[in-house]
């Protein structure tokens, strides 16, 4: 199973967007699961369920920057962040989670909806937790 089966599977076992992303990586990052789980927990929803940018989005700049920075040196790892974020965009059309979820009723605030069955037919968010940790993956490979 690659990276962004892993994240889909986690996203639809009830972890946020942004957990599904992270938590896939969890063995390369060499950080314990609950630690990554607190890290990555308040980019869900866009941000808070602010809905803005993207949760799964948020994940992948965090599994990037983390494995391939050395938290000093931006002019290395920005070069890489976009290109991985351009690349998010193209296939998906924004980087933002209202966008992405046009045609979604979903409301903003600070209570997640139930994980129901009507919960995860709605709504694109595994899939695009897939998505974007196959590019996390791709850029981890190069």
Request: charged share 25%; with cysteine.
């Amino acid at each position: 199973m690659n990276k962004g089966q892993i994240a889909k599977e986690i996203f639809l076992s009830g972890k946020n967007c942004s957990q599904s992303v992270v938590l896939a990586f969890k063995n390369e990052l060499g950080i314990s699961e609950e630690q990554l789980e607190k890290l990555s927990i308040g980019f869900g929803g866009g941000m808070g369920r602010l809905r803005l940018t993207c949760g799964a989005v948020s994940g992948m700049v965090m599994v990037l920057s983390y494995s391939l920075s050395d938290g000093k040196d931006r002019a290395s790892i920005y070069p890489i962040i976009q290109s991985a974020l351009k690349e998010f965009e193209e296939e998906l059309g924004s980087l933002s989670c209202e966008e992405l979820l046009s045609g979604v009723k979903v409301e903003k605030g600070a209570t997640p909806e139930d994980r129901t069955e009507e919960y995860y037919k709605k709504r694109p968010c595994a899939e695009i937790c897939e998505i974007a940790a196959t590019i996390t993956e791709k850029y981890l490979n190069k």
